[in-house]
């Protein structure tokens, strides 16, 4: 079963970078897509605006004309209500400018006059057209299209104007500005959305990759099982060939060791029986040092097995059955003495290989039964860790004499004995020192609530 997929969006994650620089882009092509298209918009709406009003201006031109009595006559109509709506921004107009002209027409919808600048201030084209903004008659902000035009037969001039609500056009605009704004803010909302989730499907086989690696790590899985993308295949790959070439490593270490253990134990064997044989100063001389050696080679043939392995594979062992078959060997073998085990409900993995932690808890447990009075207990109990790692610890304790505490650290020396009175080597926590550190765990030596010695082994643990 895959662990949950989940990625790490910090500012160094790879998935952060990409939906990041894609975010960026999206807001870049999304504002120039709208400044684009809002201003092809008001061109096309001021152009037709203007289309309108120079439609309006020919049709007033041509229902006016002159009377016999040299006056403006007409009635025109522009075919559109708002030139009848009192104040509405759209209003036309025609003035007389010929001196021998006269009267004046005005749309309904305009109540009062609204001035013309000069021609100094707006000039007329060679259409003898002109085209200005103004104030309306409400405060409005209007196009006025201007021309002036010959009528009759006495070739009379006369102004027309063509009003148009210039407010009107930009509200109009604004109002489209605003729904397209929101139209695409809700498609680039989406488009960045889609975006992050394709990225992070396209990524999770990565995820995959790092939880099967977190399995081999663990000792759930011996190699990197399933089907990656072509892309990543090759990666998984190189990763199997690795752990499987750790693993010949291991198997050759273990190899080598056992066989110099075999080698180194007759001649031993041999320089030890000889010495006590030859007896004497020489005969015990030749058996200290054969003793010794036989010291050192146990301890750094155990580290030389420890460092092999902790670049390989790390194994799961678990803890409760190894425990209780521990304590039940013990208590067959001291009956004398009252030995209680406390284990919690939950299974506890031990991140490493089964004899090593026989290793660790038969010398603590050793040395806990020959130097305790009547009672030993042995709990084991779940840690919490801030970083989210698995951690239990395995607490011994005994009604002993202990350790004082300034000599702690050196019983932790090997060969090391603090009371030549009692039978052993001095490798003991010595070697259990060394394992736990070579496991990245922790080892400490403190008084015991027996009043006795409480050995603490905190491990980390697998899941």
């Known amino acids: 079963m895959w662990r949950s997929f989940s990625f790490n969006l910090g500012p160094r994650s790879?998935?952060?970078?990409?939906?990041?620089?894609?975010?960026?882009?999206?807001?870049?092509?999304?504002?120039?897509?709208?400044?684009?298209?809002?201003?092809?918009?008001?061109?096309?709406?001021?152009?037709?605006?203007?289309?309108?009003?120079?439609?309006?201006?020919?049709?007033?031109?041509?229902?006016?004309?002159?009377?016999?009595?040299?006056?403006?006559?007409?009635?025109?109509?522009?075919?559109?209500?708002r030139f009848s709506e009192p104040n509405s921004g759209w209003y036309?107009?025609?003035?007389?400018?010929?001196?021998?002209?006269?009267?004046?027409?005005?749309?309904?919808?305009?109540?009062?006059?609204i001035l013309s600048p000069g021609a100094g201030e707006v000039a007329f084209n060679r259409q003898f057209q002109r085209s200005y903004r103004t104030e309306g008659i409400v405060g409005e902000e209007i196009e006025v299209l201007e021309s002036e035009f010959v009528l009759g037969a006495q070739n009379d001039i006369a102004r027309f104007r063509v009003m148009g609500n210039r407010s009107?056009?930009?509200?109009?605009?604004?109002?489209?500005?605003?729904?397209?704004?929101?139209?695409?803010?809700?498609?680039?909302?989406?488009?960045?959305?889609?975006n992050a989730v394709a990225i992070l499907l396209g990524l999770r086989p990565l995820n995959r990759v790092r939880s099967a690696l977190a399995m081999v790590r663990e000792g759930t899985a011996q190699r990197l099982d399933g089907k990656f993308p072509v892309e990543i295949e090759p990666l998984a790959n190189e990763t199997n060939a690795l752990i499987e070439n750790n693993r010949r490593i291991v198997e050759r270490s273990r190899t080598q060791v056992g066989n110099l253990a075999h080698s180194l134990k007759t001649p031993l064997a041999v320089l030890l029986n000889e010495g006590r044989a030859l007896g004497g100063r020489?005969?015990?001389?030749?058996?200290?040092?054969?003793?010794?050696?036989?010291?050192?080679?146990?301890?750094?043939?155990?580290r030389a097995r420890m460092a092999a392995q902790r670049e390989s594979v790390v194994y799961r062992t678990p803890v409760g059955p190894l425990m209780e078959r521990m304590v039940r060997v013990l208590r067959k073998l001291s009956a004398d003495k009252d030995l209680s085990f406390e284990m919690p409900v939950a299974d506890v993995i031990f991140a490493g290989e089964r004899e090593d932690l026989e290793e660790i808890v038969g010398n603590l447990l050793e040395n806990a039964m020959k130097w305790s009075k009547s009672a030993v207990a042995v709990s084991v109990a779940i840690d919490d860790d801030p970083e989210g790692a698995s951690l239990f610890s395995i607490v011994i304790e005994d009604d002993g004499p202990g350790i004082p505490e300034e000599k702690?650290?050196?019983?932790?020396?090997?060969?090391?004995?603090?009371?030549?009175?009692?039978?052993?080597?001095?490798?003991?926590?010595?070697?259990?020192?060394?394992?736990?550190?070579?496991?990245?765990?922790?080892?400490?030596?403190?008084?015991?609530?027996?009043g006795g010695l409480k050995a603490t082994v905190q491990l980390k643990g697998g899941h």
């Open 282 to 302: 020489q005969g015990d001389l030749i058996v200290d040092q054969a003793s010794a050696m036989q010291k050192q080679i146990d301890h750094y043939l155990q």
């Open 168 to 194: 009107e056009l930009e509200s109009e605009i604004e109002v489209f500005e605003g729904r397209l704004a929101f139209y695409l803010s809700l498609f680039g909302l989406g488009m960045i959305a889609i």
């Open 408 to 450: 702690a650290r050196e019983a932790l020396q090997r060969g090391r004995r603090l009371d030549e009175t009692k039978p052993g080597t001095g490798l003991g926590l010595a070697i259990v020192g060394d394992l736990v550190k070579e496991y990245g765990g922790v080892l400490t030596l403190d008084r015991s609530r027996l």
């Open 14 to 81: 790879l998935a952060f970078r990409v939906i990041a620089f894609s975010t960026v882009w999206a807001i870049v092509a999304f504002f120039v897509i709208f400044t684009v298209i809002s201003t092809l918009y008001r061109q096309a709406s001021e152009r037709g605006f203007e289309s309108l009003l120079s439609a309006h201006l020919f049709n007033l031109i041509g229902s006016v004309s002159v009377s016999d009595g040299g006056a403006l006559i007409g009635s025109p109509d522009l075919g559109d209500l």
């Open 92 to 113: 036309w107009s025609v003035d007389p400018v010929s001196p021998d002209l006269t009267g004046q027409l005005r749309s309904s919808s305009m109540t009062e006059p």
